[in-house]
């Protein structure tokens, strides 16, 4: 039924339309706490083989809804009860700002893929904080992805972060710090490692700081190069981080200007994550995104060092219980292989 309703309705709809009236319909479910509650017992993640746990935090299931699509925290709630495992919404900046002109998403339909070039357009950190403070009436793990807002210059990046940061973090289940997308100018330069120190120092102070302490991330591009992947893995070592976040959309395309997500990302994002497996073992928590598309995909990220998996495209065509699908197929694999838990399988083929 999603497919036909995808092919002769929504992929004729500009693409921003269609996410713009989808999170608000997500947001008014979020406010009506039976439906919300009645949706979250049928399709949310329950089978006990399927709990994980990441940097102290407990996940009912691995798979997760990417930061891209929840750009204000509005909806985690209904994105929870239609079978994710976990939540990260953002980016979100510390000063509300509109992002780039339209039209900044196109679909790839033959591709199975998408083109953004959205450039964190957010209402700012403090509307972002008001609205996690709410009650949640079904239970959801939230994770925070923060970016640099685009008129502040490089020399005012840490502050900037920090600033969102200390609205943020204490209201986290965990904090990503996002230096990775392309549709902020400079921002992917704050990946070279004499950059990226003083910023995450900086932020992981703020983090480090509230009263449970918060898990920090960070999130890398695809399209480092292999030494400097390297090298970021060793800085989040020494740093005493909680994990990396890999990856985020790829420039390299003949499309249009932006960041591309989908299944061609499959290949180089599986590429990122064995990589990073063998860079830093178990000693911190691998969370792969990028071209993840069904259950099969899932179980590969995690036979290859993913604690926890994110998806976004596949989302789009996959449908509104996409997620809930696959969490179903995977708690029947973790079974069929003998295991007592996904957990068994994190890193088996690392």
Known sequence: MYRLVFTQVLRRLDAETVHRLT??????????????????????????????????????????????????????????????????????????????????????????????????????????????????????????????????????????????????????????????????????????????????????????GTPRRTPLLVKIAPDLADDDIDAVADLALELGLDGIVATNTTIRHGGETGGLSGRPLKERSLEVLRRLRARVGDRLTLVSVGGVEDADDVWERVLAGATLVQGYTGWIYGGPLWAAGIHRQLARRVRRHGMKSIAEAVGRTA
């Open 23 to 208: 999170v608000s319909a997500l947001a008014l479910l979020a406010r009506l706490p039976l439906l919300k509650r009645l949706l979250h017992r049928a399709f949310a993640p329950h089978d006990p083989v399927l709990r994980i746990t990441a940097f102290g935090v407990h996940f009912p299931g691995p798979l997760g809804l990417a930061a891209g699509f929840d750009k204000d925290a509005a909806c985690a709630e209904a994105v929870a009860a239609l079978g994710f495992g976990h939540v990260e919404v953002g980016t979100i900046t510390a000063h509300a700002q509109p992002g780039n002109p339209r039209p900044r998403l196109f679909r790839l339909v033959p591709q199975r893929a998408v083109i953004n070039r959205m450039g964190f357009n957010n209402d700012g950190a403090r509307a972002a904080a008001r609205r996690l403070r709410r009650p949640r009436g079904v239970p959801v793990v939230v994770g925070v992805n923060i970016g640099k807002t685009k008129v502040v210059p490089e020399s005012g990046a840490v502050a900037d972060y920090v600033a969102g940061a200390k609205e943020l973090a204490p209201l986290a289940d965990y904090l990503v710090v996002n230096v990775s997308s392309p549709n902020t100018p400079g921002l992917r330069d704050l990946q070279a490692v004499e950059l990226l120190r003083p910023l995450l120092t900086a932020v992981k102070e703020v983090a480090d």
